[in-house]
C-alpha cells in the first residue's frame, strides 16, 4: 500500500472573516488561533467566555498538496483516510464535496481516485460550529442530561467534557485532530486483524482472523477473510512473530494457527513481567507484499470473575488465572487543546501511574477513545485498561442516524484497540444505568427502551462478532445491567460519592465493602505554581476569590474544601498553607477508603479512585495536575497501592467523630493492623509498631513475624490501648522485609488540629540524587517542595518519627528545597 500523509500547508479561516492563519494538521482551531495571536490563552482568568464565542462560528481548513500519480500507478483505488475529525466536517476536494463527517470518535475514508488531480490538489474541510449543532438539536429533542455542560451535548459524537464537566472548563473546540493520510491500494488491503489467544500447558495457540478488502471484484461490503475465498484466491498473508527476545518465525500459507511454545505470560505491574511479542501480518498478491499489519501482543488470558459468594457476587479481574485486585484511578483527556497531547506527555502520565504502583487505570466515557499510544503505553506498563465507550451522564437520542453513526464508533474503536494486551474489559457507559434507574434525567419512555438497546443489545451484538474474547460490562457502576440495582454494594462495580457530594465524614468508607470502587474521591488544590498560571493578581490566589471559583467546577466545591479542613486543621493562615493542607486532607481521605478496600481483599477486589489527571489548571479530584505536579494523594497512592502493604484499622475520635463538649465524652482507642499482599509470592515480614510521645520517644513496642500468602491480607489481632493519651501520644508502624522497611504508617488518635506537636525543627539538604529531612520530633506529612515545585521524589508527605529520612530524587531540581508538616499549620 502507497501511504502519503497530508499534513504540510495548511492553513484556517474563520468562515466569515476569511483571513487566514497556518494551522498544523493533527491539530485544533483554538491552537492555531492562539499561535496566530488571534485569541488569548482559555485557562487564564475567565478567558474561557472568549474562546467559547469563538466555537459559534464555522472554520475552514485548507490545504494544497502535489499528486504523483506515478507512484501510485500500480493502484486500483486511492482513499482519502480521516483518523479523526472533531466534529462536523464538509470535506471537499478539488472542489468536489466527499461527504460530511459527524463523529470525533470514528475513521472517515473517501474513495477519490477518480477526483485526484495530477499536480496540485485542494482538500477543505469545513468544520461547522458544535455549539449551533447543539443548540438546533437541543430545539428538536429536548433530551437532558449533565447541567454543567452545554444543552443539546448528547447529539454530538464529541468528548463531553469539551462542553463543560464538574472538572473541566467549557472549550468546545475542533480540528483535524488526527493523521490525514492519502492510501494508494494495490488490489487489496488489510482492513483488520484479530487474534484470539488459546493457553494450553506450556505454549499458546494464535488464531488469527484476517479481514481483507479487496478492490478487485469485491463482495458487497469489500471485506473477506484472506486465502478463504475464491475470489481473493491470489491473495495470501504470511505472519511473523517476533518473540521479546527477538527470536523471529515466519508462517507462510495464510496460517489458521500458529503455536508458541514457552510463552512468557504478559502480567499486570506489580505481579510480574510486561513480555510482548509483535505480530507481523503481511498481506501478499502473487509475491508481492501489498499491505502489513504490525503490532504487539500480550500473551494472557484476561476476563472478570464473577460467581455467588456469602456477600453477593464477586467482580475481580482474572488474568493467567489469578484473581488480581485492581489499583488505580479514572483517567480523563489530557488536555482540552487535543494539539498539545503526544506520545511523551502520555507516557510521562502512565509513568507516574506505574511509580505509584497502579497496575489498571479506567478511561472514563465523557471523553475521547484515546490514541494508540496510551494503549501501547499501558501495555508496556503493565496497567490493565478498564475501557468505557465514550456515553456518559447522559440520555441519548437513538435515531436511526445516530445508531448507524454509533455503530461504525464501536467497530472502529474495537478493531483498533482489541489486540492491546492491557485492554481488561470494554463497558458500555459512565453511570447511566443508575441515572436511568433513577429517572434522574428521563423524559421520554423510548429513552429507557433505548438505552437497554444500545449498551445491552447493540454493543454487545458488536462485540459478539469483533471482540467476543473481551469481557464486556453494561455500565459503570453495574450489577451486570437491566436496572438490576446497579450500585448495588454487594456485586458488580460501585461509584461511592457519599464522602465529598454527600458530605459524609471520611470514616464512612469503613461502613461499605464494595466488591469493587471504580469511582470515588475527593478534591484538592493544585500546587500555587500551577494556580499562578491562570493568573497574576496575588488577590485572587485566595481559595473563594473569582478565578479560583472560575477554576473549580463543582459547585461550591471550595467551600467544600474548606468544611472538610475545619474538621481536620487548624485554619491555614495563608494560600499556600491552604494549599498544602487541602492535599493532605484529599490524600487522607482517598487512603481511609483504599486501605479499608484492600485490608478487605478477596470481597473487595478494586479500587479506582476519582481521578487520575486534569485537562486544565484547575482545582479537582485529580491527584496528577495538569502540569504533571504530583499532588500529596500520589505520593500516598505509591504508599496504599504498594504491593505489600501494611495499615492500621484505628479507633479514635475520628472514627466515631464524637464532640468533645458533650458530658460523657469518650472514644475507643484502639489499633488492628492488617498486612495486604499483592504479589504472586507468600511472604513473611517482620511487623513492628510503637507507642511514642511527641518527641518521637518509644514508651512501647511490639513484634511480630507475620506469614502473608500470595495475593491475600493478614489481620493482626487487635489491641486496645485505653490508657494512651491522645494529644501527646501516637502509634508508628512498620513492615519489615530483608532489614528493609517495604512499608509504614503512623496514627494519632484525635484529629491532626488537637494533637500537641513539638517543632520538628525540619531542615532539609541534598546528598548527590538524594534529599536529607532531619525532624528532632515527630512531624506528620513532610512535604518537601522546590522552588518551581515540579520535584517528583521517591516519596513526600511523609511521616518522621524524628531523626533523618533519606529520599531519591527522581525528577526536578532540588533548587529553593522548602520543608513544612502538619505542625505548620
Ligand atoms: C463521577 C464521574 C464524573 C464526575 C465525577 C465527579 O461520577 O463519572 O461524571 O466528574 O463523578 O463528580
Redesign the pocket.
Known amino acids: 500500500m502507497v501511504k502519503m500523509q497530508l499534513h504540510e500547508n495548511w492553513q484556517l479561516c474563520n468562515v466569515k472573516e476569511q483571513e487566514w492563519v497556518p494551522a498544523q494538521v493533527p491539530g485544533d482551531i483554538y491552537m492555531a488561533l492562539l499561535q496566530a495571536g488571534k485569541m488569548e490563552d482559555p485557562f487564564w482568568e475567565d478567558n474561557e467566555y472568549q474562546a467559547k464565542a469563538l466555537m459559534e462560528e464555522d472554520y475552514e481548513y485548507k490545504t494544497v498538496f502535489i499528486y504523483d500519480e506515478t507512484e501510485f500507478e500500480n493502484c486500483q483505488e486511492v482513499i482519502l483516510r480521516f483518523d479523526g475529525i472533531d466534529t462536523i466536517g464538509d470535506i471537499y476536494l478539488n472542489e468536489c464535496c466527499l461527504g460530511r463527517v459527524e463523529s470525533m470518535h470514528r475513521v472517515w475514508e473517501f474513495p477519490v481516485k477518480e477526483i485526484l488531480e495530477k499536480g496540485e490538489n485542494t482538500l477543505r474541510v469545513i468544520i461547522r460550529s458544535p455549539l449551533k449543532f447543539m443548540a438546533a438539536a437541543y430545539e428538536k429533542y429536548k433530551t437532558h442530561g ?1 447541567e454543567d455542560t452545554v444543552e443539546g451535548f448528547m447529539h454530538l459524537r464529541k468528548a463531553h467534557y469539551m462542553c463543560g ?3 473541566g472548563a467549557c472549550l468546545p473546540d475542533g480540528g483535524i485532530f488526527r493523521p490525514v493520510t492519502l492510501l494508494g491500494v494495490e488490489h487489496a488491503r488489510l482492513d483488520s486483524v484479530y487474534i484470539r489467544q488459546i493457553h494450553e500447558e506450556g505454549k499458546v495457540l494464535l488464531i488469527p482472523e484476517v479481514d481483507v478488502e479487496t478492490m478487485d471484484e469485491a463482495d458487497e461490503d469489500g471485506c473477506e477473510k484472506a486465502g478463504k475465498s475464491e475470489q481473493s484466491q491470489l491473495l495470501e498473508y504470511e505472519i511473523t512473530v517476533t518473540e521479546p527476545d527477538g527470536t523471529k518465525t515466519t508462517w507462510e500459507g495464510s496460517p489458521d494457527e500458529i503455536e508458541i511454545d514457552h510463552p512468557k505470560l504478559w502480567w499486570p505491574n506489580g505481579l510480574g513481567e510486561q513480555p510482548l511479542y509483535q505480530v507481523e501480518v503481511n498481506l501478499k498478491a502473487g509475491n508481492q507484499i501489498v499491505d502489513t499489519w504490525c503490532r504487539k501482543i500480550g500473551l494472557r488470558t484476561m476476563t472478570m470473575h464473577i460467581e455467588k459468594d456469602q456477600w453477593g457476587e464477586s467482580f475481580a479481574h482474572e488474568v493467567n488465572g489469578y484473581q488480581i485486585f485492581a489499583m488505580g484511578a ?1 483517567y ?1 483527556p489530557e488536555d482540552n487543546l487535543l494539539q498539545r497531547t503526544s506520545r511523551e506527555r502520555t507516557r510521562e502520565l502512565l509513568l507516574q501511574c506505574k511509580r505509584a504502583n497502579f497496575n489498571t487505570v479506567r478511561v ?3 471523553g475521547y477513545y484515546p490514541e494508540d499510544w496510551f494503549y501501547d503505553i499501558c501495555d508496556e506498563l503493565g496497567l490493565m485498561v478498564w475501557q468505557d465507550f465514550m456515553f ?2 447522559s440520555m441519548y437520542e437513538l435515531t436511526p442516524e445516530f445508531e448507524a453513526n454509533i455503530r461504525q464508533e464501536f467497530i472502529d474503536n474495537i478493531k483498533r484497540l482489541r489486540h492491546h494486551a492491557s485492554l481488561s474489559l470494554w463497558c458500555g457507559n ?2 447511566m444505568e443508575t441515572f436511568t434507574q433513577e429517572g434522574t434525567w428521563v423524559t421520554k419512555p423510548s429513552e429507557v427502551r433505548d438505552y437497554l438497546f444500545m449498551y445491552e443489545r447493540i454493543i454487545p451484538e458488536i462485540l459478539r462478532e469483533y471482540d467476543p474474547e473481551t469481557f464486556y460490562w453494561p455500565a ?1 457502576p453495574s450489577s451486570g445491567g437491566s436496572f438490576d440495582n446497579p450500585n448495588d454494594p454487594n456485586r458488580g462495580d460501585v ?1 461511592y ?1 457519599e464522602v ?2 454527600g458530605n459524609k465524614p471520611f470514616a464512612e468508607y469503613r461502613k461499605y465493602f464494595f466488591r469493587y470502587a471504580s ?1 470515588f ?1 475527593f478534591q484538592a488544590f493544585p500546587s500555587v505554581k500551577t494556580l499562578e498560571t491562570v493568573t497574576d493578581d496575588p488577590r485572587e490566589l485566595n481559595p473563594f476569590s473569582y478565578v479560583m471559583e472560575k477554576h473549580q467546577r ?1 459547585y461550591g466545591g471550595n467551600g467544600k474544601i474548606a468544611k472538610y479542613m475545619q474538621a481536620a486543621y487548624r485554619y491555614p493562615e495563608n494560600f499556600s498553607d491552604f494549599v498544602y493542607a487541602s492535599q493532605l486532607l484529599q490524600a487522607d481521605g482517598i487512603r481511609y477508603g483504599v486501605e479499608h478496600y484492600r485490608r478487605n481483599r478477596g470481597r473487595c477486589m478494586g479500587a479506582i479512585y ?2 487520575l489527571n486534569d485537562c486544565w489548571p484547575v482545582i479537582s ?1 485529580s491527584s496528577v495536575d495538569y502540569y504533571g505536579r504530583w499532588k500529596a494523594l500520589h505520593y500516598y497512592a505509591k504508599r496504599f497501592f504498594a504491593p505489600v502493604m501494611l495499615s492500621c484499622e484505628e479507633q479514635s475520635w475520628m472514627t466515631v467523630e464524637a464532640d468533645m463538649n458533650r458530658q460523657h465524652f469518650e472514644f475507643e482507642k484502639s489499633i488492628r493492623l492488617n498486612v495486604t499482599n499483592e504479589t504472586l509470592t507468600d511472604r513473611r515480614v517482620l511487623v513492628k509498631w510503637a507507642v511514642r510521645k511527641a518527641d518521637a520517644t518509644v514508651l512501647m513496642e511490639e513484634k511480630q513475624w507475620v506469614e502473608v500468602p500470595a495475593l491475600s491480607a493478614v489481620w493482626l489481632d487487635k489491641v486496645e490501648l485505653p490508657q494512651i493519651d491522645c494529644f501527646n501520644e501516637y502509634v508508628s508502624y512498620e513492615a519489615w522485609e530483608d532489614d528493609q522497611v517495604i512499608s509504614q504508617g503512623t496514627v494519632i488518635f484525635s484529629y491532626p488540629k488537637y494533637f500537641h506537636y513539638l517543632d520538628p525543627k525540619l531542615t532539609v539538604r541534598t546528598e548527590g540524587d538524594e534529599i536529607i529531612v532531619s525532624a528532632s520530633a515527630y512531624a506528620k506529612s513532610v512535604e518537601i517542595l522546590n522552588d518551581t515545585e515540579d520535584l517528583i521524589l521517591e516519596d513526600n508527605y511523609f511521616d518522621m518519627n524524628a531523626g533523618e529520612q533519606r529520599i531519591k530524587i527522581l525528577q526536578g531540581k532540588p533548587e529553593g528545597l522548602r520543608v513544612r508538616s502538619v505542625y505548620d499549620i
Open positions: 449533565n464537566w464538574d472538572w479514572d480523563i472514563w466515557g465523557g456518559a451522564c459512565n453511570e459503570s461509584h460519592w465529598w457530594h469511582e474521591g463543582n476519582w481521578q479530584w
